[in-house]
């Protein structure tokens, strides 16, 4: 009986004894608009009030419940591969977009040791990443972002190196983790709070990442 109650207590460790966080996260999205031609309400339908995030240790997708012109929105990010896919519900064409084709300025980086907020009945500690678009066609001019983690929820840094976009790398390096409340400026049009209302560790079978075959692939 002791035998078996080890061989049990082994098994459960190797399925969820993992060092890397797998799963899905449910957050819930809020508004604020910052200019007068642009809606709280157009920016819940354009972008959605919801999003999940599947998690694996080597990639991961972000799916948006938008309910606008362009149906939803499934941004999934291949970690090893070095590119994001972007795949909107009513649209032809999947874009695809390696990483490091955004041109960005850094302005401020940094922990900020006394800004800490409860998610989920966790503490979580906070970063503040900073920057300036430099592309042409970006809708945005300037990003702010302040992003809530718990290191729990652990994440790989060795694979997010190369994934510069948005600085992502420095704020994985730094937090090694989820982040599950994201407080977001896209200056001068918006401001969003993205946060996790549900956790659930699981395995994320590869098969979500599949994307629509018929589609064009636009490579930017």
């Known amino acids: 009986m002791l035998r078996n109650l080890i061989l049990t207590i082994l098994i459960v460790q190797n399925i969820y004894g993992q060092d890397y966080f797998e799963g899905e996260i449910l957050y819930n999205v809020t508004y604020e608009s910052l ?3 642009i809606s709280s309400s157009i920016l819940e339908r354009e972008m959605g009030k919801s999003f999940s995030a599947y998690i694996k240790e080597d990639k991961y997708q972000l799916f948006y419940d938008a309910k606008g012109k362009l149906g939803w929105i499934k941004v ?19 874009i695809k977009s390696p990483f490091g084709s955004q041109k960005e300025k850094l302005i401020d980086f940094k922990v900020i040791s006394s ?12 970063i503040l990443i900073h920057y300036e678009s430099l592309n042409e066609n970006s809708f945005f001019k300037e990003f702010r972002g302040t992003y809530y983690y718990y290191d729990e929820y652990k994440l ?3 694979l997010y190196e190369k994934y510069t976009d948005g600085f992502w790398n420095l704020y994985v390096k730094e937090s090694e983790s989820v982040s599950l409340r994201n407080e977001t400026e896209f ?10 209302v549900k956790i659930t560790p699981k395995k994320i079978p590869d ?3 599949n994307s629509n075959p018929n589609k064009y692939l636009l490579i930017e």
């Open 187 to 196: 200056l001068p049009f918006f401001r969003a709070i993205q946060e996790a």
């Open 76 to 94: 999934s990010v291949f970690l090893n591969e070095g590119y994001t896919l972007t795949e909107y519900e009513k649209s032809d064409t999947l």
């Open 207 to 209: 098969t979500i990442f």
């Open 115 to 126: 800004n800490q907020k409860e998610v989920l009945g966790k503490m979580c500690k906070s």
């Open 35 to 37: 200019d007068q031609n």
């Open 156 to 158: 790989n840094p060795k």
